[in-house]
């Protein structure tokens, strides 16, 4: 199949490698699901600066001649969040951080944005697109990117966001439905407000633009994609489908965990960043831990907790994000995952 943006993209499946940061993106996979025809995507947003151009680069030895996206947080960062006590969430971490062999939990300083230097980073082995979420960036970044003629995609999860991502220029929209695991995209509203599910989405943003839509948000077959597409989309984007995958480098401990889901018990939580996002529940997100200090700061005071946790092969302690399909999963190499999505699309769609 084809359409306006598997050509602007040069892929020739509409399977788009969601992405996975924080550990489960590594370049490995993303050369899988570009060798396969679909677009590979590299998380980046937790990388430095430094480590940014080492990664694409690797990608490109993995997959030659492969379009590559390269997703990094726009928006996300504040160095002045909202005053919130951060004492009742440092003594609650206390004794996990025992229980752990760490140290006492201490309060971090909250660095600059990472994101400029992110960007400068990325735009020194320029993707062919570049894909963003919790925000825009800035006009002149936006400028940047088309002088590079370089794909832009934002995430939106309401119609107010994609009218925005439209006005800024962007070539095509991610609709993020609430069946999204990770975190939710939304920038213009409280999160909790904005949770429209993935196909009453699409309904809603296809009357104001013109643009693309690559829907998300529990796409775990053949079928979902088609689905989708029959919805107005011109690609879907799989994320949770993706983890198990060898390739994959989510953690055993978290891979154990997706592996022993037989149905849907996501949840949304705050729990270890600060913002919205949806995965499986453990012991943390299920204590009753109130206040929880915004995004960046809890998510640097769970930091510590998090990586121990990964280590010691312990998924209580871990951010096991997952959609709503998680009962789904298939695990494969993600080479064939992407065959036997293609080989699941309606025929109307192949």
């Known amino acids: 199949m084809t359409n306006d943006l598997l050509r602007r993209l040069n892929i020739s499946l509409p399977i788009i490698l969601a992405p996975l940061g924080g550990g489960p993106s590594t370049p490995e996979l993303a050369a899988a699901v570009a060798n396969a025809g679909g677009l590979g995507t590299l998380a980046c947003p937790y990388l430095t600066p430094e480590q940014i151009p080492a990664t694409i680069r690797r990608f490109r030895q993995l997959a030659p001649g492969k379009p590559l996206n390269v997703n990094l947080f726009a ?23 025992q229980s752990l062999g760490l140290p006492a939990p201490l309060l971090p300083a909250i660095p600059a944005d990472p994101f400029p230097a992110q960007f400068e980073a990325m735009l ?16 002149s970044q936006m400028s940047i990117l088309k002088s590079s003629n370089i794909v832009t995609i934002g995430t939106a999860t309401t119609p ?10 962007c070539d095509a929209i991610i609709a993020q439905g609430s069946e999204a695991g990770g975190h939710r ?11 429209i599910p993935l196909f009453d989405l699409l309904n809603r943003i296809r009357p104001i633009t013109t643009l693309p839509l690559i829907a998300a948000g529990g796409l775990m077959t053949g079928a979902d994609i088609s689905r989708a597409l029959s919805h107005g989309a011109s ?10 995958c060898p390739e994959s480098g989510a953690s055993p401990a978290y891979k154990n965990a997706l592996s022993q889901t037989h149905h849907d018990t996501t949840i949304l939580t705050r729990a270890f960043s600060g913002r919205l996002a949806r995965g499986l529940p453990n012991t943390f997100t299920q204590a009753n ?6 995004y960046p700061l809890q998510n640097l005071l769970t930091r510590p907790m998090r990586t ?9 302690y871990l951010s096991l994000w997952a959609g709503q399909g998680v009962s789904y999963l298939r695990p494969m190499p993600a080479a064939d995952l992407v065959q036997r999505l293609a080989q699941e699309l309606d025929p109307a769609y192949q």
Do not use: C, R
Request: aromatic share 8%; proline share 16%; glycine share 8%.
């Open 75 to 97: 928006g996300a960062w504040t160095t002045n969040p909202p005053p919130v006590d951060p004492a009742p969430m440092q003594n609650f971490l206390a004794s996990i951080h």
């Open 124 to 139: 020194s082995e320029p993707p062919e697109i570049f894909s963003f979420t919790f925000g825009i960036p800035s006009p």
């Open 160 to 169: 107010e966001e994609a009218g925005l991502l439209t006005s800024a220029g």
């Open 185 to 195: 995209g939304t920038f213009t509203q409280p999160a909790e407000d904005a949770l």
């Open 235 to 244: 690609a879907a984007m799989l994320g949770t489908a993706f983890l198990p």
């Open 289 to 294: 831990i109130t206040p929880i200090p915004p």
């Open 308 to 316: 121990a946790a990964n280590q010691q092969n312990n998924s209580e």
